[in-house]
């Protein structure tokens, strides 16, 4: 199975900071990576797809980027409504694999 | 409004059985491939099985092959999850979820159900 790793594990930050994640998987997986958001007692919602795609109704402060083995997500400016845990995603092949998660704190 | 809804999730004694259910509503519900992910306690997210829209392609992770079955009905826009031999480690929130076309992306999500395996 393709391992994906997510770094920091955690951050801390204020609104209006720009924040980047970072996702690394084990092996290639070109451009089959996606980008989930999770708050506290809900589900995961979309946010990225094939690495840069932005979801339908996702606000464009979020963006992705990276092929091969290193992906980022950047929160280009941070609304408190982003405090969130992220998840990436490899889509690349079977078993389709996550990331341990980046929660996103509050500074 | 598209959506899902899972039902059945509940407390169970180790080596038993539940039944999930996800009610979908507001799209095609046959021409998708649906999943099954959950998530322990405190912990991420990992794919459970996956089904492809006329049930002819399904597979499991390794941790629930031989125990979890998969099925839907496409007449009553279900998916379902039959669990058996449970163990303490399956105790999660067990989400339903759409597939985006010919990718393993899940872009619609229930609000998941919670299963509890403990005696």
């Known amino acids: 199975d393709i391992q994906m790793t997510q770094s920091p594990s955690s951050v801390s930050a204020s609104v209006g900071d720009r924040v980047t994640i970072t996702c690394r998987a084990s092996q290639g997986i070109s451009s089959w990576l996606a980008w989930y958001q999770q708050k506290p007692g809900k589900a995961p919602k979309l946010l990225i797809y094939?690495?840069?795609s932005l979801q339908s109704g996702v606000p464009s402060r979020f963006s992705g980027s990276g092929s091969g083995t290193d992906f980022t997500l950047t929160i280009s400016s941070l609304q408190p409504e982003d405090f969130a845990t992220y998840y990436c995603q490899q889509a690349n092949s079977f078993p389709s694999t996550f990331g341990q998660g980046t929660r996103l704190e509050i500074k | 409004e598209v959506q899902l809804v899972e039902s059945g999730g509940g407390l169970v004694k180790p080596g038993g059985s539940l039944r999930l259910s996800c009610a979908a509503s507001g799209f095609t519900f046959s021409s998708y491939s649906m999943n099954w992910v959950r998530q322990a306690p405190g912990k991420g997210l990992e794919w459970v099985s996956s089904i492809s829209s006329s049930s002819s392609y399904i597979y499991y992770a390794d941790s629930v092959k031989g125990r979890f079955t998969i099925s839907r009905d496409n007449a009553k826009n279900s998916l379902y999850l039959q669990m058996n031999s449970l163990r303490a480690e399956d105790t999660a929130v067990y989400y339903c979820?759409?597939?985006?076309?010919?990718?393993?992306?899940?872009?619609?999500w229930g609000k998941g159900t919670t299963v509890t395996v403990s005696s």
């Open positions: 094939a690495a840069s």
């Open positions: 979820a759409r597939e985006m076309a010919r990718t393993y992306y899940m872009d619609v």
